[in-house]
């Protein structure tokens, strides 16, 4: 039997982690100057991309993090370095990406959006978190696997109608909201370092 509770749980915890309006002012500083069919692509392809990490960690994130002794502590250190490269690139502008639709499609898609962004620590660790106290429960699986569904759907539907702004924003709006996207990029970064160095300690 579908478990409600488990669904509304799982859904509004991924949401909330995965900010819908938070990825914005990334997504837009990352394709503002790109063509409307490279946005609209990148703006369901970065969800389906962070759909497809999330679900391989849902079916065996805790084997496979068992099995290559990493813990979550080492995955927040991994995507706080990496989203605090990208953040220097756009705070410094010189982040813009080689043109061509295939360099669009991985700067937007793979990173930083699907990931770490969307598929971070954060959501992976709520996932595996999830799906073990499900207790062999086929409702309670049922119920995790509509609600990564309707988080993406969510987040696809923000980054969709993001792309309306660019018409208002142009490109000066587009250049200012990269700067700000980068700070708070960094800043998302240094406390994914922080805690990553707060759970080594606790674990020490």
């Known amino acids: 039997m579908f478990d409600v509770a488990v669904y509304t749980t799982t859904a509004i915890t991924l949401i909330v982690i995965m900010d819908p309006p938070g990825q914005v002012p990334v997504f837009l500083s990352l394709v503002g100057r790109r063509s409307p069919e490279v946005r609209r692509r990148a703006a369901w392809q970065a969800p389906l991309v962070s759909l497809f990490v999330i679900s391989l960690f849902a079916i065996g994130g805790r084997a496979v993090l068992s099995y290559l002794h990493i813990g979550i502590p080492a995955l927040q250190g991994a995507g706080g370095l990496l989203l605090l490269m990208v953040a220097l690139q756009l705070l410094t502008g010189t982040g813009e990406p080689p043109t061509g639709k295939a360099a669009d ?34 409702g309670a699986y049922l119920a995790i696997a509509a609600a990564i569904v309707t988080a993406h759907a969510v987040v696809c539907l923000a980054l969709l109608y993001s792309t309306t702004l660019i018409r208002i924003l142009k490109v000066s709006g587009i250049t200012l909201l990269a700067k700000i996207a980068g700070l708070l990029l960094a800043a998302i970064a240094v406390q994914l370092i922080a805690t990553s160095v707060i759970g080594f300690a606790a674990t020490a």
């Open 105 to 138: 499609d991985v700067n937007v898609a793979l990173v930083p959006l699907g990931t770490p962004l969307l598929a971070g620590p954060g959501a992976i660790a709520a996932v595996i978190v999830a799906v073990s106290q499900a207790d062999g429960e086929a």
